[in-house]
Every structure is written in C-alpha cells, then in structure tokens.
C-alpha cells in the first residue's frame, strides 16, 4: 500500500532563517506530487506541483522553492523565511483523480 | 482563485441527528471531490462524484451534484461525535499528468455526544 511521509511534524524558525521540508511516498511510482499551505482555519492553497523528476510548477508567486530530485521525493524550500510563512504545510501525491495526504508540518515563523 | 466554496462555515449539532454541508463552484468541473480533516491532521478522501453523476453513496455519506446550479452537497447520517472534522470540497477540472485540485475553505462540523 502507498504511504506518504513528512518531517519533520512541527518547526519553529525565526524569521530570515532557511527552510527544508522534505516529503517522501512509498509504494508508488511516478507520482503526480503537491505541496500545500493552510493558513489557521482556511483552506488549502496549493503552492507547487510536479509531474516528474526535476519538473516543478509553481502556483503563486512568493518565497518558496520546490523540488524533486528523485522521483518519490518533494522538497519545499526557503532561503529566507518571513512571518507570513507560518502555516500548515501538506505534501500530498495523487491518482489520477483523487489525492492521498501526508500529515503535515506546522511551520511556526517567529 | 478559490473554486468551491462551503457553507456554511461551522456547524454544531447533536449526535444521531444529520449533517448537510454545501459545495458551490464557479467554473465547469470534471468532478467534485469531499475530503475530511480531523483538527492539526492531513486530508483524508471520502467520496468523488463525476460530472456526469447526480448522486452518489458510501456508508452514511450521500453526495449530490447540480452541474446546472453549480453546486454539491455532502450529507452525513446519523452523525458520531467522531465525526468532528473540518470537511472540504474540491473541483477537479482536468484530468491525465496535469491534474489539480482546488479546495474549498471548508466546514467546521462539531458533532455533541
């Protein structure tokens, strides 16, 4: 069965520090992979997406970097992490129709 | 942009009583997906209806879709109280390597024992 990993599960960093949140899945190959943020009782705003190894899509415009540097794993960067930054961040890898979760990664940006 | 939008934003009934949540979506779909959040938790899938599909069951869930009103409702029987999570509907608008979603602001759905 496919599992989907990310860590680390929660993060404090002060603001202009750097960013790495790693997701990795299991059990499947080629997945379409996402990277999600969730600010405090909103919904999700899709940040990045990818199709394949080294192919990167970027939804909004900010801060944040992606990649994928093998093909189950989704990394979400930042050189310099702003206060707007905190939020909930989901790694998710889809079907071709629905998506599959990780747990998340609360970013707290101080 | 946001694509669906729930309504309404919280809910809080007794358990055994029902549950309705509405989607409403602006553009053509392919399909229209629920998902559940228990609080601080990734997403979980529950149930996706087609376009083409007007109703749709799995277990105490019941899911509509009016592609004519642009609009889905999920509807949860005989609630549970751990049936409290915040609820989530997504329109999916193209399909093969491409796919995305777009998520709702979702439902916060409280369910009293």
């Known amino acids: 069965s496919q599992t989907i990993h990310q860590w680390p599960a929660t993060l404090v960093q002060p603001v202009g520090s750097p960013l790495s949140l790693e997701c990795t899945v299991e059990?499947?190959?080629?997945?379409?992979l996402y990277w999600y943020r969730q600010a405090a009782g909103r919904g999700l705003q899709l940040l990045f997406y990818s199709v394949g190894i080294g192919q990167i899509s970027s939804e909004v415009p900010q801060n944040l970097s992606a990649s994928r540097p093998q093909d189950r794993q989704f990394i979400l960067s930042s050189k310099k992490l702003l206060l707007s930054d905190s939020g909930f961040y989901l790694c998710?890898?889809?079907?071709?129709?629905?998506?599959?979760f990780g747990p998340g990664t609360r970013l707290t940006v101080t | 942009s946001q694509q669906g939008e729930e309504d309404p934003q919280a809910l809080s009934i007794q358990e055994g009583e029902n549950a309705t949540m509405n989607c409403s979506y602006k553009?053509?779909?392919?399909?229209l997906q629920w998902y559940r959040q228990n609080s601080g938790r990734g997403l979980v899938h529950l149930i996706l209806?087609?376009?083409?599909?007007r109703e749709k069951h799995s277990g105490r869930l019941r899911v509509t879709l009016d592609t004519s009103k642009k609009s889905s409702s999920l509807l949860i029987t005989a609630s549970r109280a751990a049936d409290t999570a915040s609820y989530f509907c997504a329109t999916g608008n193209s399909g093969g390597s491409n796919y995305k979603l777009t998520f709702g602001k979702g439902t916060l759905l409280t369910v009293n024992p």
């Open positions: 553009t053509s779909i392919n399909n």
């Open positions: 209806i087609r376009s083409n599909e």
């Open positions: 059990g499947t190959s080629n997945p379409n």
């Open positions: 998710a890898w889809a079907t071709l129709n629905e998506q599959y």
